[in-house]
């Protein structure tokens, strides 16, 4: 056999020995990685003749050390073409579990065929050409130089994970077939007594016979009673620990341990008794282990409850004896002080360090008559302590009300222009002053003499003209804010120049008339009624008074006129107890005598033509009586009156004026102090003066528009008293008599005889001896 231009080399090699010209091939075999103790068989031979055949073995790449990396586990094979080959060959290689031996033909093998591989393959023309690879499968994972049996080529490796175990290998006592030859383990080993030692502490539990065991099998051993086998920290003759074990295998858990932890839940250094848990290790850093004869907490959830903290007054056990507050036995018993109504209990103090007496100061109450929420300044405090009610109609520590009756005057109130101290700022009323004047009396050349005793006031719609009238036919007009007056009077000295620059007298006055009543067209004109039965218009111009007219001989008491199309319907009422109906301007008989009663008229207001108030007394024993009248206006039937009834009933004194500031409110005022209220009904309610005067006239304040003015349903009335103080300007409010507005100013001892209010609340009144009466004037 020849062995010709074969080339094996572990790394890529062009030829053994060649020309440039001569034809050559490279064949990589490729094979599996950790493959090392075996050897490979080449075999070339020609295509054609297969006497010319060429044959190598060869060893796999080694290691250089044995932590070095694994070469790459490729051979290549080198074939050049000799002299009488053909194009084509074939390439057979072989792999063997065991080193190949000799060297001469034919070459001897030894050892397991693992695989093998061959391909047919053809020469260039000239030069080098690679091939494609040969693979072989030659599996050895645990270097022991034998095959894995695993797989479709074959070695004789039982076991390739476990280099102690191959075909190679002597039995030994390590419960393996090491020497693959598929019995059972350890075969033909002589067996002795043994123990199964499972956690391999030395110390066995089942005794078992086996043989010894070779160095480094372990699960055996010559020592039994092992009572925990799974478990190094249980054997014979270990120290017991704390550890939930029987370490010793004395049948005794932990034996000499204190396995008893409790917890310092609030962390004052003190123990729970019912916190324990009993285990070796610490639960967590608030348990710890008991002292000898240490006390429990007996509240671990309080740091205040501890066994030695000192005693304190907080309701606790604060030392654990058992006894709160042992130290302050008076705790919770009565106590008063001096000085102070309330009667309390011995409580701890805020230090919690001794008991105090905790009767309080009583809670101050006021009354609250208007409900304004500002007590009386000037009420007895009612002391309310805390286990009693206060009194309804009370407020609590407000005292500023300067006018308790009165809502449109308390300390948390501004000031409005209406002629009263509204925010109690010690009597000081419409502060500051923009409201145009304060209410006093009006300085003008044609009111102040002594022989104007002025009966009757009237205001025009929108506050002006006012007009003034009283006896001897006396009749002067305003007609504008801030203006002098003008005086149509009779029997008044002519002045062409008056020193204050009032207008000069007017000739054109009305007669010798006793004025008593007067009311005011929307044209400014006034109509007047007086004793007598005299009544008059008069349009505040040059022209003349209108004609006298006498509808009854009676004297005229009330007059209260409508307008309506054009037509001025005035109605009057006299001291017989007549209701007249007067259409101004009507052509021929103006009046129309509508009722005639038995009672004394004295007064007469109303808001509409069909609903009329009139007030008076009877013909007897002066007593009082109330009527309405429904009078169908434009028609000249009697217009019936309903009597009325008063509470209390019928009361000594006549009621002498009346006014009506809302369909439902009405206010009435008489002789001896008397005044009284009406809502609607047919009852009217008795309010007394403080003191018994005769009242002359009332009005009543509302604002329509304003459901909320405090000052609605208010009367302003007036007296005609004589003596030190002369009359005066009362006010009653829905809770009583209230302080203000007080005149000011010159005023004499004179009766005061008629009250007029506008819409913006500006107030007018008259009085004898020339005395008139204006908020606000400057």
Same mark, same amino acid.
């Given at each position: 056999m020849r062995r010709l231009a074969l080339c094996l080399l572990p790394l890529l090699v062009l030829a053994c020995s060649k020309s440039k010209e001569q034809a050559a091939v490279r064949i990589p075999v490729e094979y599996t990685s950790g493959f090392q103790k075996g050897c490979f068989k080449v075999v070339v031979q020609d295509d054609a003749n297969t006497d010319l055949k060429l044959e190598e073995v060869v060893a796999p790449k080694q290691r250089a050390t044995a932590t070095s990396e694994v070469p790459s586990p490729i051979l290549t094979v080198a074939v050049v073409k000799k002299d009488g080959w053909s194009n084509k060959f074939k390439v057979t290689?072989?792999? *063997?579990?065991?080193?190949?031996?000799?060297t001469e033909e034919p070459l001897a093998v030894v050892g397991q065929q693992v695989d093998i591989a061959e391909r047919v393959f053809e020469f260039p023309s000239e030069d080098v050409k690679d091939m494609a690879a040969l693979t072989l499968v030659t599996v050895d994972a645990d270097d022991d130089g034998f095959v894995?049996? !695993?797989?479709?080529?074959?070695?004789?490796?039982?076991?390739? !994970?476990?280099?102690? /175990?191959?075909?190679? =290998?002597?039995?030994?006592?390590?419960?393996k077939d090491n020497n693959c030859v598929g019995q059972e383990a350890d075969e033909g080993l002589p067996k002795v007594p043994m123990f199964l030692d499972g956690d391999g502490d030395g110390f066995g539990n089942a005794s078992i016979s086996h043989c010894v065991p070779a160095?480094?099998?372990?699960? *055996? !051993?010559?020592?039994?009673?092992?009572?925990?086998?799974?478990?190094?920290?249980? !054997?014979?003759g270990k120290p017991d620990v704390c550890d939930d074990k029987d370490n010793n295998c004395d049948l005794v858990v932990d034996e000499g341990n204190d396995k008893n932890w409790y917890q310092d839940g609030d962390q004052d250094g003190s123990l729970g008794a019912l916190t324990v848990k009993v285990q070796?290790? /610490?639960?967590?850093?608030?348990? /710890? =282990?008991?002292?000898?004869?240490?006390?429990f907490d007996c509240n671990d959830a309080n740091g205040n409850n501890t066994p030695g903290k000192t005693e304190l007054c907080d309701g606790a056990d604060n030392n654990c004896d058992g006894n709160p507050d042992e130290a302050f036995p008076t705790k919770n018993t009565a106590c008063n002080l001096s000085g102070v109504s309330c009667a309390g209990t011995w409580v701890c103090n805020a230090a919690q360090s001794a008991v105090e007496c905790n009767a309080r100061a009583p809670r101050l109450f006021y009354p609250d008559r208007d409900g304004d929420g500002d007590g009386d300044q000037n009420a007895t405090v009612d002391e309310v302590c805390a286990n009693e009610t206060p009194q309804l109609g009370h407020v609590e520590n407000l005292h500023g009300d300067c006018d308790d009756v009165d809502p449109a005057a308390n300390s948390g109130l501004a000031e409005v222009c209406d002629a009263i101290d509204n925010n109690c700022n010690a009597g000081v009323s419409d502060e500051p002053l923009s409201c145009g004047g304060t209410l006093r009396d009006v300085a003008s050349y044609h009111l102040t003499s002594d022989s104007q005793d002025w009966r009757t006031v009237a205001v025009g719609q929108g506050g002006y003209p006012v007009w003034v009238a009283g006896r001897g036919g006396k009749l002067a007009v305003r007609k504008a804010a801030n203006q002098k007056f003008e005086s149509y009077s009779f029997g008044d000295t002519a002045n062409p120049t008056p020193p204050d620059g009032s207008p000069p007298l007017n000739t054109n006055h009305c007669g010798d008339h006793n004025w008593t009543v007067s009311w005011v067209d929307s044209t400014g004109a006034v109509l007047l009624g007086g004793e007598g039965g005299w009544v008059a218009k008069h349009a505040g111009t040059s022209a003349a008074c209108g004609p006298g007219t006498l509808p009854t001989t009676q004297n005229i008491t009330g007059i209260v006129g409508f307008e309506s199309g054009g037509v001025t319907t005035v109605y009057l009422s006299d001291t017989n107890g007549r +209701? *007249?109906?007067?259409?101004?301007?009507?052509?021929? $008989?103006?009046?129309?005598? +509508?009722?005639? $009663?038995?009672?004394?008229? *004295?007064?007469?207001?109303?808001?509409?033509?069909d609903f009329m108030l009139a007030v008076g007394g009877s013909t007897g024993p002066d007593r009082q009586r109330f009527v309405s009248y429904a009078v169908t206006t434009g028609t000249t039937p009697t217009g019936t009156p309903t009597a009325h009834t008063s509470n209390p009933t019928n009361v000594d004194g006549k009621a002498i004026a009346v006014w009506m500031g809302d369909a439902d409110k009405a206010c009435a005022v008489g002789d001896d102090g008397a005044v009284w209220r009406w809502n609607g009904a047919t009852t009217w309610d008795k309010t007394d003066a403080p003191s018994e005067f005769d009242f002359t006239s009332v009005v009543m304040r509302y604002d329509t528009l304003n459901a909320q003015n405090p000052l609605n349903e208010q009367c302003y009335m007036v007296d005609k008293r004589t003596g030190g103080t002369g009359g005066k300007l009362h006010r009653l409010t829905p809770y009583g008599w209230a302080k203000g507005p007080d005149l000011t100013g010159s005023l004499a001892n004179v009766p005061l005889n008629d009250i007029a209010i506008t819409d913006a609340g500006h107030l007018w009144i008259v009085g004898e001896d020339g005395r008139v009466f204006h908020y606000p004037e400057p």
């Open positions: 290689v072989t792999a *063997y579990e065991r080193p190949c031996a000799g894995s049996m !695993a797989g479709d080529k074959k070695g004789t490796d039982c076991d390739d !994970a476990d280099a102690m /175990r191959n075909p190679g =290998q002597a039995e030994i006592c390590d419960n160095a480094g099998v372990t699960g *055996y !051993a010559t020592v039994g009673g092992d009572c925990g086998d799974g478990d190094t920290a249980i !054997a014979p070796c290790g /610490r639960p967590d850093a608030s348990y /710890r =282990q008991r002292i000898q004869n240490e006390d +209701l *007249y109906r007067w259409v101004v301007g009507g052509a021929g $008989n103006p009046f129309t005598e +509508l009722n005639d $009663n038995s009672n004394n008229l *004295y007064g007469l207001h109303a808001l509409r033509e």
